[in-house]
């Protein structure tokens, strides 16, 4: 299998990461993953734009523009021969010796760029079924707009709602919802759709950038509005949004039903616009 190393497209096997990469050491680093769909990207634009941005917030930089990238990543899922799937990127600070917290010069130390695909078919039974979460307080830092690869935080969210036999965390501060553990979260109540604003509490979404547009083109009533766990408890639908999952209906929460707790018929239909926009973008 081949992979983008730095500015290159190389066998896997040819990588050749320090084990004192800062990445590696200290999670100084970002990532972003987009998705293919019919061997063509979906909103790479947009995916490419905020890893540009993700690195100007921690001052790194990228071995390449926002042009060459596209053209690396449109290459490397030709040659990996991907259809359906995704693609994961990461940049870090490179290796720092002696270690230290410290920002090495970037003109001394070069940043380490890689990127690899997987093959993941649409997963339309869960989107049909929907799945459950449990509501786990958000601890992680105050700079979730950047996408660092620095991820405890969601990472042992997600692992308490495993142990308790959910698919994901909705994460809250003092009963603030946030976001989930790897995507945003929305509400239906009284057929408006609500989502935490854009800011430094969650990740600006790129699946939730389209679904907004899809759903005000078709004259849906959204909001950006914080909203608690206990409307969420009281809403009539519930959903999670993500590159990889699309719109994911949350079905049950903390063991209790969402609505009816099954997919209710907003999140059917935003499923559906989404559908469309990735089949104007990529074909049927
Ligand atoms: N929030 C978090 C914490 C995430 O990890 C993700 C997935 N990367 C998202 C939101 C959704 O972002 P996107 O729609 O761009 O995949």
Known sequence: MKVI??????????????????????ADGIYDVVRAYNGEFFTLNEH?????????????????????????????????????????MQLTRGIGIPRNHSYPDPELVPSVFTATTTIVPRDQEKMDRGMSAFTVPDMRWLRC????????GNIMAKHEAHKKGGDEAILHRDGVVTECSSSNVWMI????????????????GVTK???????????????????????????DEVFASSTTMEAMPITFIDG?????????????RLQQLYVDAVEEQCGK
């Open 5 to 26: 190393w730095n500015n290159e497209i190389v066998e896997r096997s040819e990588v050749k990461i320090d084990m004192e990469d800062r990445g590696y050491q200290f």
């Open 209 to 235: 950038i389209m679904l907004l547009k899809v759903a005000r083109e078709a004259g849906l009533s959204v909001k950006e509005e914080a909203f608690t766990i206990e409307d969420l408890k009281k809403a």
């Open 48 to 88: 490419v734009d905020r890893l540009f941005s993700s690195a100007e917030k921690i001052d790194l930089v990228l071995p390449f523009t926002k042009e060459e990238l596209k053209q690396l990543l449109t290459k490397l899922i030709e040659v990996n021969n991907i259809d359906i799937g995704n693609i994961y």
């Open 189 to 204: 109540k009284d057929n408006t759709i609500y989502t935490h604003p854009d800011g430094n509490l969650v990740l600006p």
């Open 145 to 152: 707009d950047i996408k660092s690869i620095s991820l405890l």
């Open 256 to 268: 209790n039903p969402v609505g009816q707790g099954k997919r209710g018929s907003v999140v059917e």
